[in-house]
T-cell receptor
Framework: GAVVSQHPSRVICKSGTSVKIECRSL??????MFWYRQFPKQSLMLMAT?????????EQGVEKDKFLINHASLTLSTLTVTSAHPEDSSFYIC????????????FGPGTRLTVT | AQSVTQLGSHVSVSEGALVLLRCNYS??????LFWYVQYPNQGLQLLLK??????LVKGINGFEAEFKKSETSFHLTKPSAHMSDAAEYFC????????????FGQGTELSVKP
């Protein structure tokens, strides 16, 4: 089946620094990818839709200047958390829809971000 | 607008017992419905999906779900729980005009007692 990878799987950074998370579709092309955020013991909250070759579409309440998304190619989307603060600590998950899969999506394994 | 409600944030069953995880949805368009499972610190794995074909959907690991339009429900069941079924389960909804966006329910943590 289709595979989506994320890198890094875990990152610890200091408050005020920026962190980049990569999401790759390994054996298929994805013109669209989605970024979710998940707090402990909570559900996934859609943050934004990443569109290859154009600007990302952010969900209401998500700061686009805080969470920079770049979809540089048909297999790579990146999420950069700028000037990270402890409240940005969370589990970030990306997904990519499979073409012809009736909106079935494949999810990456997630990235655990801890801001100290 | 679409939304999903999962009744019960935590369900506990004995090994071998019936598993029933409840999901109700709201959608202004014909829905696509999904159940995903998440193990600790991992991404999501698709269990099964409903995409307007058969209303009784069979998935992996012995799980199945029935789409009931009149009840706006898509409950997940498994006849006999196994210890390895212990995980977090998410119901999600999308629609043909949603561009692939998934709206998730709050999740239900399933515990399986020996």
């Amino acid at each position: 089946g289709a595979v989506v990878s994320q890198h890094p799987s875990r990152v610890i950074c200091k408050s005020g620094t920026s962190v980049k998370i990569e999401c790759r579709s390994l054996d298929f092309q994805a013109t669209t990818m989605f970024w979710y955020r998940q707090f402990p013991k909570q559900s996934l909250m859609l943050m934004a839709t990443s569109n290859e070759g154009s600007k990302a579409t952010y969900e209401q309440g998500v700061e686009k200047d805080k969470f920079l998304i770049n979809h540089a190619s048909l297999t790579l989307s990146t999420l950069t958390v700028t000037s990270a603060h402890p409240e940005d600590s969370s589990f970030y998950i990306c997904s990519a829809p499979v073409s012809g899969g009736a909106y079935e999506q494949y999810f990456g394994p997630g990235t655990r971000l801890t801001v100290t | 607008a679409q939304s999903v409600t999962q009744l019960g944030s935590h369900v506990s069953v004995s090994e071998g017992a019936l598993v029933l995880l409840r999901c109700n949805y709201s959608s202004s368009v014909p829905p696509y419905l999904f159940w995903y499972v998440q193990y600790p610190n991992q991404g999501l794995q698709l269990l099964l999906k409903y995409t307007s074909a058969a209303t009784l959907v069979k998935g992996i690991n012995g799980f199945e779900a029935e789409f009931k339009k009149s009840e706006t429900s898509f409950h997940l069941t498994k006849p006999s729980a196994h210890m390895s079924d212990a995980a977090e389960y998410f119901c999600a909804v999308s629609g043909y005009n949603q561009g692939g966006k998934l709206i998730f329910g709050q999740g239900t943590e399933l515990s399986v007692k020996p």
